[in-house]
């Protein structure tokens, strides 16, 4: 699934750092997270520290059953990044970052009545644990600078077998490419 995102990050003092992003799926879908965190420099390396809360969301319509499936969920984490910045005469910047949180997610997958059916209603709440491993490369000026991401997004459900998504039908796509 593709999206178009921007992120954001000023450092307001020569420590503390702000970062928000946001993206939108370009049908029914939008993420937004927000964090506030501390960086210290040696040189060129950079090592940064975040906590930030997300939510976003989801929903699709299936036309030829009516299927209707409606996600929302909150993301309480925190980050950790190491890098360098302003390599080769301050135009790219290249680092490792991990992410840990807990996804709070409210799906709901609704299959409408048939002539043979009732209706069928599925919902998921169990909180997920994440940990989101990400490699990422930046090139450019010293304030505008083209972005590549590379994640992986690991989920841990809580049920006895610890399966994100566990009884309802959601997608879990757990690699990512952003440019």
């Known amino acids: 699934d593709a999206y178009v995102g921007t992120t954001a990050s000023y450092g307001a003092t020569n420590w503390l750092a702000v970062q928000g992003h946001v993206n939108w799926n370009g049908y029914k879908g939008a993420y937004g997270q927000a964090a506030v965190g501390a960086f210290k420099a040696w040189n060129h390396a950079v090592l940064e520290g975040y906590i930030g809360y997300g939510c976003g969301g989801n929903q699709w319509e299936n036309e030829n059953n009516g299927r209707h499936f409606n996600a929302f969920y909150h993301l309480p984490y925190a980050q950790i990044e190491f890098g360098w910045a302003g390599i080769a005469k301050g135009h790219i910047d290249v680092g490792l970052?991990?992410?840990?949180?807990?996804?709070?997610?409210?799906?709901?997958?609704?299959?409408?009545?048939?002539?043979?059916?009732?209706?069928?209603?599925?919902?998921?709440?169990?909180?997920m644990a994440l940990l989101e491993p990400q490699f990422f490369f930046r090139?450019?000026?010293?304030?505008?600078?083209?972005?590549?991401?590379?994640?992986?997004?690991q989920l841990w459900g809580s049920g006895p077998n610890r399966e994100p998504f566990a009884?309802?039908?959601?997608?879990?796509?757990?690699?990512?490419?952003?440019?």
Request: proline share 8%.
């Open 139 to 153: 090139a450019g000026g010293q304030h505008l600078k083209w972005t590549f991401n590379l994640g992986y997004s």
């Open 97 to 127: 970052g991990v992410k840990s949180g807990c996804v709070i997610p409210n799906l709901v997958d609704r299959l409408p009545a048939t002539e043979s059916q009732p209706e069928r209603i599925t919902r998921y709440t169990s909180p």
């Open 167 to 179: 009884g309802i039908n959601a997608i879990y796509m757990p690699f990512t490419i952003n440019m």
